[in-house]
């Protein structure tokens, strides 16, 4: 149960006191009502003895009576009656309520963090050692208030209000106060009268009640003096008379009202009567006054003065369960006038709250002093100690004896057996008789009943060891007599009594308690005096930590109280629902408390105690019983449960006109994820918006209220600024740019980024400015959002907003569009800009008045219908057009809320009955920061300003279309297409620019370029290059500057400037000019990324450029493959071949062969039916194709499907006068065509993509060559790694080659039935002598996973030379003739001269040497070639310069006829600065065979 003020010996020595009737005269009624108090009010605060008394008992044993209080009623007080106690116990317990605002109980309870609604008490579970003395502390402290005070009150207002019965006599009347004025003619004379009126009423038998506790009832005289208004001698002389007659213990001189009324008005005086005289309405001031008007609404009672609601008074009968009379006013006294001092208590039961709440309370005791609350605090001690204790223990003496000497047979009670009270029982009555409470009575002289009154004045003086002895034994005559009602209420007292006698020889019997319950309810049907015995039993099991066994107890008298009054024809709902409820919420406190707490009966019990104090009108406690429970179910998973108590708790809330709670409760159900059917989301739904209307009307807000639905996800709202893009139009295809339809990329946004700064650094002469911001069209969840976005004025801002309907039933949107608020500022000021006032749509959006001077700011686009399904996700795109230049935030989103039920239409009344209108914020978190220290410790969030752009002035607006752009092309083909600018804009547009990830995609041409014909349909049959008639002859050499197809350097260009007229693209202008493609070398889907970059003609801080984005997908399908060789010619030409001049020429220029190994790889998939080599060209500074050698008679190639033409051509060096100084960069293009057509390879398209070529991966220089041997020689040679890498670097040139060949082709294709042709370029590059390069590049091969490395490798060695490398430094050739004829009979010898030719290939010294003397050692070779001899010397030594070529005769001996070779010379070479000697390759070429014939 829940903690109290009182402990609870406290609370039960209170329930049961002494009893004191009061009986005034009218001259002393009128001294106390000069306070505004009657005479029992007046004790009342002061009826608490501070002092302890003192008595003995039979035994002669001091008794000591600690912190007693007595009662001081007026002689004819009536307890209420049935219907009177439902309304005043209603009304107590509906005063009553927590203070709001207060903090409030926090209990810990296992995961749980319970707000009890009062002052802060927290216990731990797993409870700690010393969780006893905490609830001691708090029981016991007067700083803790009770935790539900309107149970006290409740409790209290109960006990107080229970009728005095005839089985037992402690609310019997044990002494009455006689009191009389001094100002009376002859009070002794009034004291009489007074005295007889009393008697009568005790012992005439007219009245049966009151009820007297023993018929010699003390009478005390008072004499009340008026010291302001009376003559004190006189008083003092009537009290001497008094204590002559009545002795000085039975009478009393109070002396009060020591000041007037009027003086001392303004001194502040203590009023300790108004804790007692409005009890109820302490806890809350407020409450009080506001209960008369909500009790009609709340407590369904009426708001008389009587608090008898007419018909209540007339459909109820007012006899009391326990009452005994048969006319509920024949047992009273008569309100006489004179006695009407005396009834002033009647509807009301002791510390009920006064009647008019609606006047401020009377201000009471403005007469007394404190010495006057002294004499009254002293009057009330007087009387107890020296004439209510006294009386009381003279009666248990006087009852002790005569119950003992009735028989004569003991002087102790104590050994009373059965036998000493079997006499004055009521004559013989059957088993029925017996066994109905109500038809069996005592007399008043039976000795069951005295044993019972010794006990109760025993238990009243806190004699409790006696008075569980006498209730004991007069509970065992009663249940022997089968007196029910009698056994009952001895067993109750005597379990209490056992329970404050507290020794461990006697433990609380609880089962006296049990059984006296069940008798109660089962037996006599008296709840009343069952739910006494249920308050008292559960109160004491709390006290001893028996939680479980209490809840057990209030729990099943609720289920029992409600059985038997449904089944009584008495409608006692609403008291049983009260009484239910009460009990309820104590279990579940009882749950709450136990060791191990119980937290869902907690909750479980908090519901059901809710339902039953909302049925019982109890609206404010049953709210607060669903809020309490909530704290349990909440978040827990019990949706359900969680729906049903924040539906109740919406109601209750918008009946107690607390709209706002209401709001918050109905939206907890809408926001979560329920699992209610759709007809039910659909009554919740219409509910929340009937009471969200009803708080709108009620508070007259002018701003919006937050609506909880849809749900929006901020944070996935997306921001677009910019014009929606055209779609395309015929053969034009708009730029893609970026669109709100496209899925955000980090890495395709990081490409986007980098080209942008690439063209930036450009347009800025090569360095990015600090300054630089990547341009933002797009923002989301995933950007970079911490800088303010810039838009531009007149230019549309787009705000996609993500709302999800949680519900199953859909919603209906209306009137949609966007909050925001937008600061003016001038950015044209040089200064930084003047700020201007702030501007907000938010009454607009209230009223949905649309006005001009909004729109003229910034242009709202409203949605007029917008409606989402059950559990729909759907996106909702919002526009803004900014008409000023400043700073905009958008706040959120302002719509009208509807059920989206059919019918339901904005004009019908039942739609604007339930329509709505709101907003929701758009409140963005920003990513958390995780950078510094500070930050990792702690959690921070940047911000994320998405919503908030700034407005800067008119920009130039670029749009892209092409035209005749193709989807699909082969490896390498070449398309002319057209691209076509227009500035949209009002502002010109300057320095046009254009990037790409794939800059060999495509070219505008060079500035040199021909650009006839000038339009796309003109241009639609002509071919893509420039043609000129020419048969097949030798090669047509061009020299040609990189510079002018914009290569400055050895990298590709990535960034193509476009030229535009006077460098100016003017508003509402347009340029048309071509674009060449070429497909990819590689086959597949290949993703284009264009970044069209410009700039305004003004240069603003804000905004310095523009881009506009455009990704194509081009297809590549197969066309041919190329592979090539370059080979060493293996002949020098001899002097009978040409002139003297032009063999010095060729021999100083050198030449080598070409091999072109084409092959079609097409798959015929494009239609393609063959394929025809027209041209080969080839472009280098060094070398160049010279003429094509095939035999082949045909030269113009054709292949078909999967066949594969080999062409071989003679290149030659670049002639000396090609190479002079200005033109030491140039490129030589030689074209060698097959056809009749020659191609201009040297101009736009062709050279231009061969200088955008994908540059193949650049040869090691100064790495690990490919042989092994080199890596097997090193050695740890001295430090010569310049001298070295200089050799190395002359050595590689003798076998670099850096020519470029180009083969341009035609094919031919058939579409739709018509043949077309296209055209395409492949390129090769060859870089090395003897090693094969291929126009396709291969394929990488999977990467190995390599082991991470910390440290950096040691950067290896300048390797040496290989011997591959060095053995083509001299290149040789042997003239002979091809057949010699010998007459061997004649001569034996014959001798052929044999000239061998030596050229040094590299550009560097070379020392060389020949050797003769190799001779044959392979038997084939014996075999084959026979055997010969050379003449003259056997070894030569020689040094050729640079590039030198010498001639050396030789002579050659044959002894017989035969084919010999004569390939056996070998020739050593080495560089002059170094030692190491190789021998030549050409021991591996071709053997040199010559005929030797016999004549």
Not at 321 to 340: R, V
Not at 714 to 724: A, C, D, L
């Amino acid at each position: 149960m829940a903690q109290c003020v009182q402990s609870v010996q406290e609370f039960i020595q209170d329930s049961f006191v002494p009893m004191v009737a009061v009986l005034c005269s009218e001259d002393a009624e009128r001294v106390t009502r000069k306070n505004n108090l009657t005479f029992p009010e007046l004790l009342r605060p002061f009826c608490r003895l501070t002092s302890e008394g003192h008595l003995r008992d039979p035994n002669n044993q001091v008794v000591v009576v600690k912190g007693l209080r007595i009662s001081v009623t007026g002689i004819n007080t009536r307890p209420p009656q049935t219907p009177e106690l439902q309304r005043l116990l209603s009304q107590a317990v509906s005063v009553c309520q927590p203070p709001e605002g207060s903090p409030g109980n926090v209990i810990t309870a296992g995961d749980y963090d319970l707000n009890i609604s009062d002052r802060t008490v927290k216990a731990s579970v797993p409870w700690y050692s010393d969780w006893k003395e905490t609830l001691t502390q708090l029981s016991s402290s007067k700083y803790f208030t009770a935790t539900t005070p309107w149970f006290e009150t409740y409790r209290e207002n109960f006990l107080q209000s229970m009728p005095a019965s005839e089985h037992e006599f402690l609310n019997h009347y044990l002494a009455c106060m006689l009191v009389v004025s001094s100002h009376e003619a002859a009070p002794t004379e009034q004291f009489l009268k007074l005295s007889q009126e009393q008697h009568r009423i005790q012992h005439s038998g007219e009245y049966t009640h009151p009820k007297w506790f023993i018929p010699n009832t003390l009478k005390y005289y008072v004499l009340l003096h008026d010291i302001s208004d009376g003559d004190e001698q006189r008083a003092d002389s009537a009290y001497e008379d008094m204590k002559q007659r009545y002795g000085t213990q039975g009478c009393y001189l109070l002396k009060i009202n020591s000041r007037s009324g009027s003086t001392g008005a303004d001194e502040q005086m203590p009023d300790p009567w108004s804790q007692y005289l409005h009890k109820t309405s302490m806890h809350n001031p407020e409450l009080y006054e506001e209960s008369a008007v909500n009790n009609a609404v709340e407590n369904n009672i009426g708001a008389e003065e009587d608090g008898l609601d007419p018909s209540v008074r007339d459909g109820i009968s007012e006899t009391h369960p326990l009452q005994l009379d048969q006319s509920p006013d024949a047992g009273y006294p008569s309100n006489s006038a004179s006695q009407s001092v005396n009834s002033v208590d009647v509807t009301k039961p002791q510390k009920q709250a006064s009647v008019t709440p609606h006047t401020p309370p009377t201000p009471r005791g403005t007469c007394l002093t404190l010495n006057d609350h002294d004499h009254i605090r002293q009057f009330i001690q007087e009387f107890t100690f020296r004439g209510l204790l006294p009386h009381i223990e003279k009666n248990i003496r006087q009852l002790n004896d005569q119950l003992v000497s009735r028989k004569g047979l003991s002087r102790s009670l104590f050994t009373a057996t059965k036998k000493l009270f079997g006499g004055g029982k009521v004559p013989e009555k059957s088993i029925a008789e017996l066994k109905n409470t109500a038809g069996l009575l005592y007399p008043s002289e039976a000795p069951e009943l005295q044993i019972r009154k010794m006990a109760d004045l025993c238990f009243l003086v806190q004699h409790y060891e006696l008075a569980y002895n006498c209730y004991h034994t007069a509970k065992k005559d009663f249940l022997s007599d089968q007196a029910m009602l009698y056994a009952a209420g001895a067993l109750e007292m005597a379990a209490v009594a056992a329970f404050l006698h507290n020794t461990a020889a006697r433990p609380y019997p609880a089962h006296y308690m049990d059984t006296a319950i069940q008798t109660y309810r089962d037996g006599c049907k008296n709840m009343l005096l069952a739910e006494r015995c249920c308050l008292l039993s559960a109160e004491i099991l709390k006290s001893q930590a028996k939680y479980s066994d209490a809840a057990t107890l209030l729990i099943k008298m609720t289920s029992e109280v409600n059985h038997i009054f449904m089944g009584e024809k008495i409608s006692l709902n609403e008291d049983s629902d009260l009484r239910s409820a009460i009990l309820l919420e104590q279990a579940a406190h009882c749950f709450i408390n136990m060791r191990s707490p119980m937290v869902r009966k907690f909750a479980f019990h908090m519901i059901l105690a809710g339902h039953r104090f909302s049925k019982a009108g109890q609206k404010r406690h049953a709210l607060r019983c669903y809020c309490q429970a909530l704290q349990v179910y909440k978040g827990k998973g019990w949706s359900l449960a969680e729906d049903h108590i924040n539906f109740t708790i919406g109601r209750q809330s918008f009946t107690l006109r607390q709209p706002e709670n209401a709001v918050a409760a109905f939206r907890h159900i809408l926001i979560n994820d329920s699992k209610q059917s759709a007809v039910q989301q659909a009554a919740f739904l219409r509910e929340y918006l009937y009471v969200f209307k009803s708080m709108s009307q009620l508070t007259g807000e002018s701003s919006l209220p937050q609506l909880p639905l849809p749900c929006l996800h901020s944070s996935q709202t997306r921001v677009f600024f910019g014009h929606e893009r055209r779609l395309a139009e015929g053969e034009k295809q708009a730029a893609t740019h970026v669109t709100l339809d496209q899925e955000f990329d980090r890495d395709l946004s990081q490409l986007w980024r980098e080209l942008e700064e690439q063209v930036v650094a450009v347009a800025n002469r090569g360095t990015v400015p600090i300054t630089f911001q990547p341009s933002q069209c797009f923002l989301n969840s995933q950007t970079d959002n911490l800088r303010y976005p810039l838009a531009v004025v007149e230019e549309p801002i787009i705000v996609e907003v993500v709302f999800r309907n949680p519900l199953k039933v859909p919603l209906a949107l209306s009137a949609l569009s966007l909050l925001w608020k937008f600061t003016l500022k001038d950015f044209s000021d040089p200064q930084g800009g003047k700020t201007g006032e702030t501007i907000t749509n938010e009454k607009e959006a209230v009223s949905l008045k649309e006005t001009t001077a909004l729109n003229d700011i910034i242009d709202t686009q409203v949605i007029p219908e917008f409606t989402i399904s059950p559990e729909e996700t759907k996106v909702a795109r919002l526009k803004l057009l900014p008409r000023k230049t400043g700073e905009l935030h958008v706040l959120g989103v302002v719509y009208n809320l509807d059920t989206g039920e059919v019918g339901n239409s904005e004009g019908s009344p039942a739609g604007d009955l339930m329509c709505v209108r709101g907003q929701q914020n758009l409140e963005i978190q920003g990513p958390r920061l995780n950078v510094t220290k500070e930050e990792k410790t702690s959690v921070r969030y940047g911000s994320d300003r998405r919503l908030d752009p700034i407005i800067t002035p008119p920009m130039p607006l670029l749009e892209v279309f092409f035209i005749n752009f193709p989807t699909g092309l082969l490896c390498g083909e070449i398309r002319k297409a057209w691209v076509e600018f227009v500035n949209v804009s009002a502002v010109p547009l300057t320095g046009l620019r254009v990037a790409s990830t794939h800059p060999e995609f495509f070219t505008f041409g060079s500035a040199t370029s021909d650009l006839t014909p000038v339009t796309p349909t003109a241009a639609e049959h002509c071919s893509a290059y420039k043609t000129v008639s020419m048969p097949p002859s030798a090669a047509t050499v061009t020299l040609v500057s990189p510079a002018v197809f914009g290569v400055t350097s050895g990298d590709r260009p990535v960034v193509a400037e476009i030229p535009l007229s006077q460098g100016v693209l003017g508003p509402g202008e347009a340029l048309q000019i071509p674009l060449w493609l070429r497909g990819p070398d590689r086959e597949g889907v290949h993703e284009i990324n264009f970044l069209f970059y410009y700039e305004s003609i003004e240069k603003t801080a804000k905004l310095s450029h523009r881009v506009l984005r455009h990704t194509a997908f081009i297809c590549a399908s197969r066309s041919l493959s190329v592979r090539a060789t370059a080979s060493r010619s293996n002949t020098l030409h001899g002097r009978e071949r040409e002139t003297e001049e032009g063999r010095g020429r060729e021999e100083k220029n050198g030449s080598m062969l070409v091999f072109v190994d084409v092959e079609n790889i097409n798959t015929s998939e494009a239609g393609v039916r063959e394929f025809h080599i027209v041209q080969v060209s080839s472009s280098s500074r060094q070398w160049r194709l010279h003429k094509c050698i095939n035999p082949v008679g045909d030269k113009d190639s054709k292949l078909a499907s999967r066949e594969r033409g080999k062409l071989c051509f003679k290149a030659t060096r670049c002639r000396t006068e090609e190479a002079t100084s200005d033109a030491a960069e140039k490129y030589t293009f030689a074209d060698l065509n097959l056809g009749n057509e020659q191609i201009v390879s040297s101009t736009t398209p062709c050279a231009d993509f061969f200088f955008r070529r994908s540059l193949p991966a650049e040869p090691r220089r100064g790495g690990v060559s490919a042989g092994g041997a080199s890596q097997m020689q090193r050695h740890n040679l001295p430090p010569q790694s310049g001298i070295d890498e200089s050799v190395t670097n002359i050595i590689r040139k003798c076998s670099e080659v850096e020519l470029d060949i180009i083969v341009l082709w035609k094919a031919y294709v058939v579409e739709d039935n018509k043949q077309l042709i296209l055209e395409g370029q492949l390129h090769v590059a060859l870089q090395t002598i003897g090693k094969e390069a291929c126009s396709l590049s291969q394929k990488e091969e999977t990467q190995e996973m390599v082991l991470l490395k910390f440290k950096p490798d040691i950067p290896p060695p300048v390797s040496k030379p290989s011997l591959e490398q060095l053995s083509h430094l001299i290149k040789t050739c042997l003239h002979y003739p091809e057949s010699y004829d010998h007459p061997f009979p004649q001569k034996s010898l014959c001798m052929v001269p044999v000239t061998l030719t030596l050229s040094n290939c590299s550009l560097a010294q070379v020392d060389v040497i020949i050797d003769l003397r190799h001779k044959t050692t392979s038997p084939e070779s014996l075999e084959v070639h026979g055997s010969f001899s050379w003449l003259g010397q056997t070894q030569y030594k020689l040094q050729l310069q640079a590039q030198e070529v010498y001639t050396l005769s030789l002579k050659a001996c044959f002894f017989q006829a035969g084919v010999y070779n004569l390939g056996t010379p070998r020739v050593f070479a080495k560089l002059a600065q170094t030692s190491a000697m190789c021998e030549t390759s050409q021991q591996s070429a071709m053997p040199a065979l010559i005929i030797i014939n016999s004549v």
